[in-house]
């Protein structure tokens, strides 16, 4: 009597949403079970990601791959949020990926977590985002729950300041959606866009705020929009003291790459010269690590500035007014 042959591999692998496929749906196309559980034995061709779902090779999945088991795993209406969909949302900044997943499912579903991946349930499911075909909440509920789970200010700075900076949410999204989620976890993020909000752009701007406050010197204008006299626009300052004109540039490495970005720079730093304004360039890491000597050349230089004779520069910040 001829055996009954399976599906071949390239319908099985049709079957797959790039190589990973539920052990229900490879019985579904004639796989035996067994077969099935077989082929995921140590030095088998496939692999268990997660309960009832299947690598179909070897070796490390990828972070796609990783996706879709958990989805496949956590069931319908599953979705994807913390740092993997503020990454999927570009968010560029702010921790990689962690090395779990975080999905949400309906609070009535019972879930178990897995070794990369968590699950909350949650009466508050948002409608989610299609990205890729990955259901993704929305930004600022992807960025709170990330920044919940998160305990660096500085990793939680750069995820919030990217997001709002770049107009992917708002500051009161994201407190609307720290409120909804109750207090476990919040506090650090709170305090965070509390700073946003008054013009922080980066965990380097926010150390920066706090040696200010060790330097004894006026509160500055965080970000403000700098213009000569004939209301021509020099740039944005990250830190101003407008009774002085000087401007404190935190010029980070990691965001002045590129040669064009780093021409701009150093195009806007010639364009406040050139208007008079003084200027003083830090580096971040030396705010952590020097700190001493960056609050000296502060003052220094607010006092170098408060020396000479004002300008005739502008800048846009709380009470500003037309000189």
């Not at 399976?6 to 190589?19: H, K, L, T």
């Not at 990793?155 to 909804?180: G, H, M």
């Not at 360039?281 to 220094?300: C, D, F, H, I, K």
Request: glycine fraction near 8%.
């Amino acid at each position: 009597m001829r055996r009954r042959r399976g599906p071949d591999r390239a319908a099985i692998w049709a079957a797959s949403r790039g190589g990973v496929i539920t052990a229900r749906a490879l019985v579904a196309l004639g796989v035996p079970e067994s077969t099935v559980y077989h082929r995921c034995r140590d030095g088998g061709p496939w692999q268990r990601l997660a309960p009832g779902v299947l690598l179909l090779s070897t070796g490390q999945p990828t972070s796609d791959q990783l996706v879709v088991a958990a989805l496949l795993h956590a069931g319908a209406d599953a979705v994807l949020t913390g740092l993997e969909a503020c990454r999927r949302h570009r968010i560029r900044r702010g921790p990689a990926s962690g090395a779990s997943l975080h999905l949400l499912v309906p609070h009535t579903r019972q879930v178990r977590n897995t070794w990369f991946l968590r699950i909350d349930r949650t009466r508050r499911l948002p409608h989610p985002v299609s990205r890729g075909g990955i259901p993704l909440a929305p930004v600022a509920r992807a960025v709170a729950d990330a920044a919940r789970l998160l305990r660096s200010e500085r990793e939680i700075a750069e995820l919030i300041s990217d997001a709002v900076q770049r107009n992917l949410c708002t500051v009161a999204q994201l407190v609307t959606e720290l409120d909804a989620g109750g207090q476990h976890g919040s506090a650090t993020p709170r305090r965070v866009l509390r700073d946003v909000r008054d013009g922080i752009r980066s965990a380097a701007e926010l150390d920066a705020k706090k040696l200010w406050h060790r330097s004894g010197l006026p509160e500055p204008w965080w970000n403000a929009p700098v213009h000569d006299a004939a209301g021509r626009f020099l740039g944005i300052a990250d830190a101003w003291w407008d009774d002085v004109a000087l401007a404190w540039e935190i010029n980070s490495y990691q965001w002045h790459l590129a040669p064009e970005d780093y021409a701009r720079e150093q195009e806007k730093r010639a364009r406040f010269t050139a208007a008079g304004a003084a200027i003083l360039p830090t580096l971040p890491g030396r705010l952590r690590v020097q700190r001493r000597e960056v609050t000296a050349e502060l003052v220094a230089s607010y006092r170098a500035a408060a020396a000479r004779p004002r300008p005739p520069v502008t800048a846009e910040g709380p009470g500003a007014r037309p000189r």
